[in-house]
């Protein structure tokens, strides 16, 4: 079946630091990938998305790159803010499995960042 | 525009008794879907609605657990004889091309 798998956290930067967090997928298609951010108290909101190999997703500053070579679609950002303190879950979503369109998200990762 | 609404956002209960937490999607979106977050963990898929097909229970995690969907539209999942290990974050999504999904803020259940 399908599965996210993303780095444990918390993942703790100061300002202005880089920020990688990984994520690697199985999938018995071709899916779409997606990153979602959970600020406190909040639902998920898309953040991007990559609907095929080498597509690169990108906003706000956060970009992820569709390697099917590698099953990874990591997220990026080259100086990070406090306010990108939040919850970031790799998802993806594969309509070749058996037609099914329910998502398959990672655990989330939590970033924290110091001023 | 309007995003995905849910009521009430916190609910204590006894344990015991049941619940009903309120969905009210995106309008024109065919797809909905439920899930469960529990403190620390991800998200644990409930259920799934698209248009008028029959939903996708597979996630459900006893039969204490049920969701409608009225006229395509709003969905009520219900929880009859919760119980503590119920206490999680419940999250409902619509989509309209079953790709990207709008998530609703979500209803704090507390059982106690």
């Known amino acids: 079946g399908n599965s996210v798998t993303q780095m444990e956290g918390p993942v703790t930067l100061s300002e202005e630091a880089f920020l990688t967090i990984n994520c690697t997928y199985t999938?018995?298609?071709?899916?779409?990938l997606f990153w979602y951010v959970q600020y406190p108290g909040e639902g998920l909101q898309l953040l991007l998305k990559?609907?095929?190999?080498?597509d690169k997703g990108s906003n706000k500053g956060f970009e992820a790159t569709y390697r099917k070579e590698t099953t990874s679609f990591h997220l990026e950002k080259g100086s990070v803010q406090v306010s990108d303190s939040a919850v970031y879950f790799c998802a993806l979503s594969d309509p070749a499995s058996g037609g099914s369109y329910i998502p398959t998200f990672g655990r989330g990762t939590s970033l924290i960042v110091h001023p | 525009g309007a995003g995905v609404s849910q009521s009430p956002s916190n609910k204590v209960t006894e344990k015991g008794k049941d619940v009903e937490l309120r969905c009210d999607p995106i309008s024109g979106h065919t797809a909905l879907y439920w899930y469960r977050q529990s403190l620390g963990q991800g998200l644990e898929f409930l259920i799934y609605f698209q248009g008028n097909s029959a939903p996708d229970k597979s996630g459900l995690p006893s039969d204490r657990f049920s969701a409608e969907r009225t006229g395509g539209s709003v969905s009520t999942l219900t929880i009859q004889r919760t119980q503590q290990e119920d206490s999680a974050v419940y999250l409902c999504?619509?989509?309209?091309?079953?790709?990207?999904?709008?998530f609703g803020p979500g209803t704090r259940l507390t059982v106690t």
């Open positions: 999504a619509s989509s309209r091309d079953r790709y990207e999904q709008y």
């Open positions: 990559a609907t095929k190999a080498d």
């Open positions: 999938a018995t298609g071709y899916p779409s």
